[in-house]
């Protein structure tokens, strides 16, 4: 089955450019989402298909996605942008999402 | 606005059942999926299944078959998952969220309920 793979943590400093990613099989292929999870809340859509930004999101966080890794990007990365992120892809031969393993950033 | 309210936390004893419901509004219920999504303390997420709130078509993890049904009731734009045969491993944080379609037929889960937390212990 597929599997995605994420690093267990990333830290930068406030201010700096964090970057998360996720490999897979030919994930360039794929459309890929990415979730963002505070403590003791539920995810947030924060990036879709690759690299689009639902409303409300801020211009910060950007996505793109090539090869085998899809990679989400935080500019200027802030305290309140500690959390897990999560990516995802669809299986279509399953017919059910596929999880990474999920990444916490902290700011240093 | 659309939102997904979910029932509120639930203790268990091993070997029974819980439902948990999914309130959603502010979308078109029947025009989506409901996806379900498990995650135990300080774990990753899980995926459970998913239903569609239209035609009432469920499938589930493989993780999850024949322990797990989902069900909803389109007068009440509300979703529905029973958990049976509870163990301890199943304590955790359950979502619902809303799917809807990106680029190439991917799904994607553009809101969440806030979770409801299960506890299964004797």
């Known amino acids: 089955s597929y599997v995605l793979s994420q690093a267990p943590s990333v830290s930068v400093a406030p201010g700096q450019t964090a970057r998360i990613a996720c490999g897979g099989d030919k994930i360039g292929v794929k459309s890929v989402h990415w979730y963002q999870q505070k403590p003791g809340q539920a995810p947030v859509l924060v990036v879709y298909d690759d690299s689009d930004r639902p409303s409300g999101i801020p211009e910060r966080f950007s996505g793109s996605n090539s090869g085998n890794t899809a990679t989400l990007t935080i500019s200027r990365v802030e305290a309140g942008d500690e959390a897990d992120y999560y990516c995802q892809v669809w299986d279509s031969s399953t017919d059910h999402p596929i999880f990474g393993g999920g990444t916490r950033l902290s700011a240093l | 606005q659309v939102q997904l309210v979910q029932s509120g936390a639930e203790v268990r004893k091993p070997g029974a059942s819980v439902t948990i419901s999914c309130k959603t509004s502010?979308?078109?219920?029947?025009?989506?999926?409901i996806q379900w999504v498990r995650q135990a303390p300080g774990q990753k997420l899980e995926q459970m299944g998913w239903i569609n709130a239209g035609s009432g078509r469920t499938s589930y993890s493989q993780n999850f078959q024949g322990r797990v049904t989902f069900t909803r009731d389109t007068s009440a734009d509300t979703a529905y998952m029973e958990v049976s045969s509870l163990r301890s491993e199943d304590t955790a944080f359950y979502f619902c969220?809303?799917?809807?379609?990106?680029?190439?037929?991917?799904?994607?889960?553009?809101?969440w309920g806030q979770g409801t937390l299960v506890t299964v212990s004797s």
């Open positions: 502010g979308f078109d219920f029947t025009g989506h999926s």
């Open positions: 969220a809303k799917s809807r379609y990106g680029r190439l037929l991917s799904k994607m889960f553009d809101f």
